[in-house]
Every structure is written in C-alpha cells, then in structure tokens.
C-alpha cells in the first residue's frame, strides 16, 4: 500500500508538471516548454514501466497503465480548457463588434428611421423629371401622368426617355424602383 501511495504522489506531481508547462506553452506560445514537459513525463512513464517489468509485478503493469491514461486524461482536460477560454475570448470580441456596429447604427436612426441619403444622380434631375419619376413610382401610366401634370402623352414620353438616359436605366420598372428605392 506504501507503494501504491509513492507511485500515486509520483504520478501527480509528473501530471502537474506536464499541465504547467503545457500551460506555460499555450500563454507564451513557447514549443521548447511543452517540449521539456512531454519528455519529462514520457522518462517518468518508461521508469516506472521498465521498473515493474524488472519485477515482474502485472498488477503493477495496470496500475501504470491506469495512471498514464489518468495523465493523459488530465493533459487534454488541460488542452481543451484553453481552447473554451480562447473561443470565449473570441465571442467577447464579436459581441464588443456587434455592440459598436449597434451603437454606430442607432446614432443614425431618426424616429424610427434609418437618416436617408438619396444618389448624388437624384440632384441631377429636373423638378418636372423627379415628379414623373415620383408618379411612375406609384404605379401611373403615361396618360395618367399627362392628365396629372396637364402635359401631354409624348411630352411625358419624352421626359421618361431623357430620364432614363440620365441614371443609365432600361425600361420604366428599374425607374419605379430607382423612384421608390431613393424616395423621390
């Protein structure tokens, strides 16, 4: 039992040794730490191993095979702990980001909405060009856009053609949405 005592005392403090220069690599980044470790606690194993085999103890075969899985155990329990804090630090960070960017986007909400900022493009159309574009934009046709502005059909034809070549559109459906999308 004295033995079993000694050898439990031995293996811990290997284990504690490796788990602190484990550690020790993992904060400093330093290999030559985890280096040392891992050979000190393989020399201790192989000891203890060849020492029993010299005896020819078999129950004391197991129990070394007992506590080197033990000391592994505790070396990945080591290993894995770091990679939770590291992966906790790195989900502080992204929730520091996502605060900032919070922050950053309320100072630029009024009322409920979001500070807006038409195309430069909008500023280079007429008052008579952002009202067709404002009526296409709620659905008009061009007889219907004549009728409201008292202007006639070709006239609105004209205007949506001049328009369409200004902000570099295709048809009347991509300036309903220009129209909308910029609030004119």
Do not use: W
């Amino acid at each position: 039992m004295e033995t079993l005592t000694r050898y439990v005392i031995n293996y811990a403090l290997h284990t504690f040794y490796i788990v602190i220069l484990i550690d020790a690599y993992m904060e400093l980044d330093k290999k030559p730490f985890a280096i040392i470790g891992s050979v000190a606690g393989l020399t201790s194993l192989l000891k203890y191993i060849n020492m029993l085999l010299l005896t020819r103890s078999f129950s004391k075969v197991a129990e070394t095979v007992f506590f080197s899985l033990f000391t592994i155990f505790i070396i990945f329990t080591v290993y894995l702990l770091k990679e939770v804090r590291e992966e906790k630090g790195k989900t502080e960070m992204v929730y520091k980001e996502l605060l900032a960017t919070y922050k950053e986007l309320e100072g630029k909400y009024k009322n409920g909405m979001m500070a807006f900022e038409p195309e430069p493009i909008v500023e280079e159309l007429t008052e008579r060009e952002k009202e067709i574009c404002r009526l296409i934009g709620d659905g008009r046709n061009n007889k219907e856009i004549s009728e409201t502005l008292f202007i006639s059909e070709g006239t609105v034809k004209n205007h949506i053609t001049n328009i369409l070549k200004k902000i570099e559109l295709r048809d009347r459906t991509q300036l309903a949405v220009f129209a909308l999308k910029n609030r004119i």
